[in-house]
């Protein structure tokens, strides 16, 4: 498998998930298993059943989980030295010139890619056409609803 890149709140984030389902939902899925089993006939037991396919998932979510962490590439962006180019895990400051609105992005790996929070996976079409950009530079960039253009205001590692 090859590496993930991931920026270190990412990785924070993996971890933290990864500690509450071995420390929080294992323990409670195995209880509620142990409850449903004391209920006697297994056959018909709707809450054994529902339990054993939450025990399969978060078993299966912690397997993906350390596979994902142990095969992962943490970049922390505070420690790039970029020369202001746009690379992984660098925040950016764009304005669409057609509607004069400003965004900013931060370029990140795909599984921590999250747009409501501004979180652009590095395999977007808008991150690819980044990569590799200053400040200052006009970009166009196509998009679900067609080119456009943006000019990059500000690049941070942060």
């Known amino acids: 498998m090859a590496s993930l890149p991931l920026t270190v709140a ?19 899925v195995i209880e509620a298993i ?11 037991n709707a809450e054994y059943e529902a339990a054993r396919e939450r025990q399969a998932f978060i078993e299966g979510r912690i397997k993906e989980l350390e596979g994902t ?21 660098a925040t950016v400051k764009l304005e669409d010139l057609e509607s004069g609105e400003v965004v900013q992005y931060q370029i ?7 747009i409501k929070q501004n979180l652009i996976s590095i395999s977007s079409p ?3 056409g980044l990569i590799g950009k200053s400040e200052g530079d006009v ?6 609803s ?9 690049v941070l590692y942060i």
Not at 108 to 114: C, F, K, Q, R, W
């Open 34 to 44: 142990a409850e449903a089993r004391a209920q006697g006939d297994l056959s018909e």
């Open 10 to 28: 990412g990785a924070k984030r993996l971890n933290e998930e990864l500690a509450r389902l071995k420390s929080v939902e294992r323990p409670a």
């Open 108 to 114: 990140v790996g795909d599984l921590e890619a999250d």
């Open 146 to 154: 067609g080119d456009r253009e943006f000019e990059i205001h500000e």
């Open 126 to 128: 808008v991150a690819r």
């Open 139 to 144: 970009v166009v960039i196509r998009v679900p």
């Open 69 to 89: 962490i142990s095969n992962a590439q943490v970049i922390d962006p505070t420690t790039l030295d970029a020369e202001g180019r746009i690379v992984f895990g």
